[in-house]
C-alpha cells in the first residue's frame, strides 16, 4: 500500500512514498456500470445521516488505498461523529487530525513536516492521484479555504491544459440551520461555489441519499464540495443498504409526482416542501374548482452542474415552479434555477417563478423560525401561485 511518509517544501525537493496515478478509463467504466447497476438499491440496515455517511467513509477507505480522511479532530470522530472509528481501523497514517487551519500554512509535528490548510493539503495530495477527503468543520469556515477552492482546485485541469488534476478531492461541510448555531454555525453557503466552473456542488436530503452521493463524490474524477445538512445528521433515519453502492450525480429526482405546481429544493428543505404538499392536497384552490393542489416535489441533489431538463419537463407540464432553500433570497441558487427555467418554458408557466427563501440579514439566534422558509411560508406561496 503506498502512503505518505514526509513532505519538504520551501524550495526543497518533495519527498514522498505516494506514487503518481491518474485516473484510468477503465476505473471510470467500472464506476459507470456501478451507478447503473445500484442508482436503486435495496433496503438494509436502519441509519441515521451521520451513520450514512460514517459508512459510507469506511467503504471509502477499504477499497482504495490511496484515500485519506483529514481534518479538525476526524481523528477522534469530529464533532458530529461522523468520522468515528476511522482512524482505528485504518491507522493515523490515513485519518489524521490538521491544525485547526482552513487555509495557512503551519507547522505541526506529526508525520506530515510542513502542510499546507486543509484544502491546500488535499490538493496537493489529490494532484499526486490520491483520494483527499477533506473535512471542513462547519461549512460556516469554509471561507478562509475559498481562494484554494475556487483559485486552484477549481483551475487546476484547466490551466494545466488537462495535463494535471485534482479530481480526488472532496470537500466535506456540515451546512444549514440546526435550530441554535446562529450567525456563525448555521450558514448555508453553497451559492458561492456554484459560481465556479470547475467544481461540482453537491448536497443530499437523506441518510441513503448520502451515502451513495457521497462514495459517488470521492471517486468522481472532479473536485467536489459535499454539503451534510447538520440538522438531519440524527433527525432524518431509514433503510440504507450496508453494501457498497454509488449514486448518479447530476441527475435530479422526482420524489413526488403531480400536476398543478413543480417544487424544487435541496438537503434539509425538501422534509419541508414535502408537509408542504401534503398540506396542498387538503387546501382548496380558485383554479378549475379543484379541491385540492396537486404538487411535484424535485430533489435536484447535485447543484453544479444541475439537472435543467428534469426540472424543465416537470415546469412545462405543471406550468408553475416554486423554489425553496435556506440561504437568502438575494443571490442564492434559486434565482438561477428561476433564470434558466424562464428562458427555457417561458410560453408554458402560467405564473411567475415563485421562491421561498431566508431573509437578507444574517443568520439570527433566537428569530430563527422567523428567518427559515417553513412549511407554512410554502403552503402560502404554493397556494398564491396557483390562484395567479
Not at 246 to 266: C, F, H, K, Q, Y
Amino acid at each position: 500500500m503506498a502512503t505518505a511518509t514526509t513532505f519538504i517544501t520551501r524550495g526543497r525537493r518533495v519527498v514522498s512514498s505516494i506514487s503518481r496515478r491518474r485516473f484510468s478509463s477503465s476505473c471510470q467504466n467500472a464506476i459507470q456500470q456501478q451507478q447503473q447497476e445500484k442508482s436503486q438499491p435495496g433496503g438494509g440496515k436502519s441509519l441515521n445521516l451521520y451513520s450514512a455517511i460514517n459508512q459510507a467513509l469506511h467503504i471509502a477507505l477499504e477499497t482504495d488505498s490511496r484515500a485519506y480522511v483529514f481534518g479538525e479532530d476526524v481523528s477522534f470522530g469530529g464533532v458530529f461523529r461522523c468520522t468515528t472509528g476511522l482512524a482505528d481501523r485504518f491507522g493515523k497514517s490515513r485519518v489524521f487530525n490538521t491544525p485547526l487551519c482552513e487555509q495557512k500554512a503551519r507547522k505541526f509535528h506529526i508525520k506530515f513536516c510542513f502542510m499546507q490548510g486543509i484544502v491546500g493539503f488535499g490538493i496537493g495530495l489529490a494532484a499526486m492521484g490520491n483520494r483527499a477527503i477533506a473535512e471542513i468543520q462547519f461549512a460556516d469556515y469554509i471561507f478562509p479555504a475559498f481562494d484554494q477552492i475556487v483559485n486552484e482546485a477549481a483551475k487546476f485541469r484547466y490551466r494545466s491544459g488537462n495535463q494535471f488534476n485534482c479530481g480526488g478531492l472532496t470537500i466535506r461541510a456540515p451546512y444549514g440551520a440546526v435550530g441554535h448555531g446562529g450567525h456563525y454555525h448555521s450558514q448555508s453557503p453553497e451559492a458561492f461555489f456554484c459560481h465556479v466552473p470547475g467544481i461540482k456542488v453537491v448536497i443530499p436530503r437523506s441518510p441513503r441519499q448520502a451515502k451513495g452521493l457521497l462514495l459517488s463524490c470521492i471517486r468522481d474524477p472532479n473536485p467536489v464540495v459535499f454539503f451534510e445538512p447538520k440538522w438531519l445528521y440524527r433527525l432524518s433515519v431509514e433503510e440504507v443498504p450496508e453494501d457498497d453502492y454509488m449514486l448518479p450525480l447530476s441527475e435530479a429526482e422526482v420524489i413526488r409526482e403531480g400536476s398543478d405546481i413543480t417544487l424544487v429544493g435541496w438537503g434539509a428543505q425538501l422534509s419541508i416542501m414535502e408537509q408542504a404538499c401534503i398540506d396542498a392536497e387538503k387546501s382548496p384552490t380558485l383554479v378549475a374548482l379543484q379541491e385540492g393542489i396537486s404538487c411535484e416535489l424535485i430533489d435536484l441533489k447535485t447543484l453544479i452542474p444541475w439537472d435543467k431538463e428534469t426540472v424543465e419537463v416537470s415546469v412545462k407540464k405543471t406550468g408553475r415552479l416554486l423554489i425553496s432553500h435556506e440561504a437568502p433570497v438575494t443571490g442564492g441558487f434559486g434565482a438561477e434555477i428561476a433564470a434558466s427555467i424562464l428562458d427555457r418554458c417561458f410560453l408554458r408557466l402560467e405564473a411567475p417563478v415563485a421562491r421561498v427563501c431566508g431573509l437578507d440579514t444574517p443568520f439570527p439566534l433566537v428569530f430563527e423560525p422567523f428567518y427559515m422558509p417553513t412549511k407554512n411560508k410554502i403552503l402560502d406561496a404554493i397556494k398564491s401561485t396557483v390562484n395567479y
